[in-house]
């Protein structure tokens, strides 16, 4: 059972980097896809950044392609995602999710694991 748990939200100010990490609390990675989605009230969760684990090809949403790189770190059996230059629009709650297999996708209803999500607040 894939477990997943977020972590490195907080409060920051606009212009400043987070990273977010991402375990699987119950195994280590291995057949996976994982992403990063976020979510503000009342709006569709918005596909960030997706990676596969095993052959580590990357994806990012056009939108934020140009501040956001998502990773992985095997020996850690974690994945990230490097925020810089964060916005107030930014502000959001940020998951981690995982589907089985080597397919990277954008679309949140593909991915079968989810962790709890960590806020992400960007003040001015």
């Known amino acids: 059972q894939v477990q997943l748990v977020e972590s490195g939200g907080g409060l920051v100010q606009a212009g400043d980097s987070l990273r977010l990490s991402c375990v699987d609390s119950?195994?280590?990675?291995?057949?996976?896809?994982l992403g990063w989605f976020r979510q503000i009230p009342g709006k569709e969760r918005e596909f960030l950044a997706a990676?596969?684990?095993?052959?580590?090809?990357?994806a990012h949403a056009n939108s934020v392609r140009d501040r956001f790189a998502i990773s992985r770190d095997v020996a850690k059996n974690e994945v990230y995602l490097q925020m810089n230059n964060l916005k107030i629009e930014d502000t959001a709650v940020y998951y981690c999710?995982?589907?089985?297999?080597?397919?990277?996708?954008?679309?949140?209803?593909?991915?079968?694991?989810w962790g709890q999500g960590t806020q992400v607040t960007v003040s001015s």
């Open positions: 999710a995982a589907l089985t297999g080597q397919v990277l996708s954008s679309d949140y209803r593909r991915y079968t694991y």
């Open positions: 990676v596969t684990w095993i052959t580590n090809a990357p």
């Open positions: 119950g195994r280590a990675f291995s057949d996976h896809t």
